[in-house]
């Protein structure tokens, strides 16, 4: 089945640094891409839909300039968080849409990065 | 008025019990309707799409009421591998911009 890949799975970073977080879609092609962050014990919320070869569409409240979204080709996302601080610390998951099963499976998840800033 | 409403839980259920979910949802004219589970510290994993007629998998059972805005998740004989948050998910304008509850918590008990 469709598989979607992100990575890294854990990532340590001190204050003031950037983190890049990759997502790939392995067995198809997404043009679209979602980015979510989930704080402890909180729903997933969704920070940006990432559209290939154009600019990522960021809901309300997230900082498009802190959270960069490239999605640069039909199997790849990336999320570079900028300047992270530690508030910035949570479990970041993207997913893609394989429309060949979207009856079935709407969405295929990543395994989601889980960020901490020291 | 949340657009996806879940009781948060946590609901501690007996294994072999049967346990029920409700979800309401705000935006009418909502498309589409999913259960998706998610253990703790990963990534959400579909359980079953909810389809205007109601859907069994197994134990699994899921509902639309498109006039009271809710869908209801049933499971029967509750297994302990059963225990995860579940979260309520809705497609509203046919997108794939899903929109999650906040998750309903179960454990269930040997």
């Known amino acids: 089945g469709a598989v979607v890949s992100q990575h890294p799975s854990w990532v340590i970073c001190k204050s003031g640094t950037s983190v890049k977080i990759e997502c790939r879609s392995l067995?198809?092609?997404?043009?679209?891409m979602f980015w979510y962050r989930q704080f402890p014990k909180q729903s997933l919320m969704l920070m940006a839909t990432?559209?290939?070869?154009?600019?990522?569409?960021?809901e309300q409240g997230v900082e498009k300039d802190k959270f960069l979204i490239n999605h640069a080709s039909l199997t790849l996302s990336t999320l570079t968080v900028t300047s992270a601080h530690p508030e910035d610390s949570s479990f970041y998951i993207c997913?893609?849409?394989?429309?060949?099963?979207?009856?079935?499976?709407?969405?295929?998840f990543g395994n989601g990065t889980r960020l901490t800033v020291t | 008025r949340k657009e996806v409403e879940q009781d948060p839980g946590p609901f501690n259920v007996p294994e072999g019990a049967t346990v029920a979910f409700n979800c309401t949802y705000s935006?009418?004219?909502?498309?589409?309707f999913f259960w998706y589970r998610q253990d703790c510290r990963k990534e959400p994993k579909l359980l079953m799409s909810v389809y205007s007629s109601g859907n069994e998998d197994g134990r699994f059972t899921a509902q639309l009421n498109r006039a009271s805005q809710y869908i209801s998740l049933l499971i029967r004989d509750s297994k302990l591998s059963d225990s995860a948050t579940y979260l309520c998910v809705v497609d509203h304008f046919g997108n794939e911009k899903l929109t999650f509850g906040t998750g309903t918590r179960l454990t269930i008990i040997p």
């Open positions: 990432s559209n290939e070869g154009s600019k990522a569409t960021y």
């Open positions: 997913s893609a849409f394989d429309r060949v099963s979207a009856y079935n499976s709407p969405l295929h």
């Open positions: 935006n009418s004219a909502s498309q589409s």
């Open positions: 067995d198809f092609q997404a043009t679209t």
